[in-house]
């Protein structure tokens, strides 16, 4: 119960732009929620299109662009699309599109205390937020929310 507690306080919303975050925290290790976040995925009857490895990416081109910084221990987004509730909301706005595929990242940070970030960006009003609820879920379902 106190591991749920402090979960559910850690979510929260940052600012990015024209979009928003939704990020969860976990003490989870990366390869756990990861693994989770498949399998919630999967569990919904989603492919994963693709695994982008933006922390092995950033790390490997950390010197070619001049930095020093080292940003993850680990970051990987995972790219899925819902035909489901891709239809039903393009049905309603084919330009909804363009938020197509859908992506929730997982990521450590480098020099961290282990802590694990998962999450998503947030959608607009209306039928989005039918993904987002979607997004929701999966993130809860892989780190034990639900």
Request: aromatic share 8%; net charge negative.
């Amino acid at each position: 119960m106190k591991r749920l507690l402090a979960l559910l306080c850690c979510l929260s919303a940052t600012p990015l732009g024209a979009q928003d975050i939704v990020s969860y925290t976990t003490d989870q290790s990366y390869a756990d929620a990861a693994f989770g976040l498949e399998n919630a995925i999967l569990n919904e009857g989603l492919v994963i299109d693709s695994v982008s490895h933006v922390g092995d990416m950033l790390a490997r081109t950390r010197g070619d662009v001049g930095s020093e910084v080292e940003l993850f221990a680990k970051a990987d987004a995972y790219s899925f699309c819902s035909a489901t509730v891709s239809r039903e909301v393009m049905e309603i706005n084919p330009m909804n599109i363009a938020f197509c595929p859908y992506n929730i990242f997982v990521a450590e940070m480098a020099g961290g205390d282990g802590e694990v970030i998962i999450g998503y960006r947030t959608f607009p009003e209306g039928e989005m937020q039918k993904v987002q609820e979607l997004l929701d879920g999966l993130v809860r379902a892989a780190i034990g929310l639900e």
